[in-house]
Nanobody, 126 residues
């Protein structure tokens, strides 16, 4: 079992930056692909970014490409999401998720993730 706890959310002015963290416990994340997803009010949860278990590949949704950066520190069992130039439409609850390294499917596919955090709220004020 992997337990995931997100942190770093909060209220930020449009155009500013925020860094989310996802601390894992129970198992090392070194054997897991890690992903970030988000869900805005009244909308379905959507894919944001993912990083390969080895850290060698990173993938982003088109809506955040060039503004968000996903990274991992396996020694700290933590995954990060650096979010820059935030517009109000980035406001959502952001979730961290873990997928087995043996998952060969698309990392944007939510059912491929076995473990999920509780989420952290990001509010962007204009």
């Amino acid at each position: 079992q992997v337990q995931l706890v997100e942190s770093g959310g909060g209220l930020v002015l449009a155009g500013n930056s925020l860094r989310l963290s996802c601390l894992a416990s129970g198992r090392s994340i070194s054997s897991y692909h890690m992903g970030w997803f988000r869900q805005a009010p009244g909308q379905e949860r959507e894919y944001v970014a993912a990083i390969y278990w080895s850290g060698g590949f990173r993938y982003y949704a088109d809506s955040v490409k060039g503004r968000f950066t996903i990274s991992r520190d396996d020694a700290k069992n933590t995954v990060y999401l650096q979010m820059n130039s935030l517009p109000p439409e980035d406001a959502a609850v952001y979730y961290c998720a873990a997928s087995s390294r043996y998952n060969t499917g698309l990392l944007s596919y939510q059912p491929g993730y076995a473990y999920w955090g509780q989420g952290t709220q990001v509010t962007v004020s204009s």
